[in-house]
């Protein structure tokens, strides 16, 4: 592969029951670009979108439209945060509200930027996108395994390559997200 693509190793599909209890950061429509970026906790899906936050939605549901829609999707699971569940929920909670929605100023990665950066305490100053993330937190063993969903196709010896973007790459799907939702 080329510099064009950044390489991610996988474990394995997603097993049914493996999102209980833990915490992922998900690449979902992983083969798109940009791929949409948010967290799972405790079963809650939180991120947000261009038309506002998912504040604690069911991951379960969200699971079983990836598997249903046959939607190519990451799942990094990671280490919890030294923090009790209560405070992890709080905090995402409250950062994910302090961003609302998917802007020319925004990008789902900015509230994920600043829950890592109270979490882990990962200075995200050099963080522009995910594949910039994903090492930082390979460092620091906060990535404990990878797994996907739809992508058997996409994989070469256990690898997904997320084709690397800018941040006219961002805005454009962002303009033509919106162009869709004008349409529709």
Known sequence: ?????????????????????????????????????????????YDITLVGPNLGTDAVTFITTIKKKYTKTLFLELAKPNFTDEEIESILLSEIKKFNNVSQENSCL??????????????????NYIFDLIPLLHQKNIIKQVFHLNLDRNLQKNTF?????????????IKALNRKDIIC
């Open 161 to 173: 390559y997320l084709q690397t973007y800018n941040q006219n790459d961002i805005q454009q799907s």
């Open 110 to 127: 900015s509230p994920i930027k600043t829950v890592f950066n109270q979490f882990f305490d990962i200075n995200m100053d050099i963080v």
């Open 1 to 45: 592969m080329d510099d064009h693509f950044f390489p991610i190793i996988v474990n394995e599909a997603l097993p049914d029951k493996e999102i209980k209890d833990k915490f992922f950061l998900f690449l979902f429509r992983a083969t798109r670009i940009p791929p949409h970026i948010g967290l799972i906790f405790n079963d809650k899906v």
